[in-house]
Nanobody, 123 residues
Framework: QVQLVESGGGLVQAGGSLRLSCAASGRTFSNYGMGWFRQAPGKEREFVIAISRSGGITRDADSVKGRFTISRDNAKNTVYLQMSGLKPEDTAVYYC????????????????WGQGTQVTVSS
């Protein structure tokens, strides 16, 4: 089992920045690729960005390209989501998730999920 706990969400104005953190515990963190998903009210949970086990490779959704970056610190068992240039349409609950797949973009590939953290972007 891998336990994931997100933090860092909040209210931010459009154009602002926010950094989310996801702390992992349980099994060896570096054995898992990590991803961030988000779910806006009334919408499906969607892929945002993912990072490989070593942190050397990332993959992001077109909607966040150039604005969001993902990083990880395997010594601290933590993955980060740095968000900049935030838009009202980025408002959602953000979830981190762990997978044994490589840079997976589908929810089904992720076996472990955090409880989510709310990000609200005001216009």
């Amino acid at each position: 089992q891998v336990q994931l706990v997100e933090s860092g969400g909040g209210l931010v104005q459009a154009g602002g920045s926010l950094r989310l953190s996801c702390a992992a515990s349980g099994r060896t963190f570096s054995n898992y690729g990590m991803g961030w998903f988000r779910q806006a009210p009334g919408k499906e949970r969607e892929f945002v960005i993912a990072i490989s086990r070593s942190g050397g490779i990332t993959r992001d959704a077109d909607s966040v390209k150039g604005r969001f970056t993902i990083s990880r610190d395997n010594a601290k068992n933590t993955v980060y989501l740095q968000m900049s240039g935030l838009k009202p349409e980025d408002t959602a609950v953000y979830y981190c998730a762990a997978t044994t797949s490589v840079l997976a973009m589908t929810r089904g590939a992720y076996a472990y999920w955090g409880q989510g953290t709310q990000v609200t972007v005001s216009s």
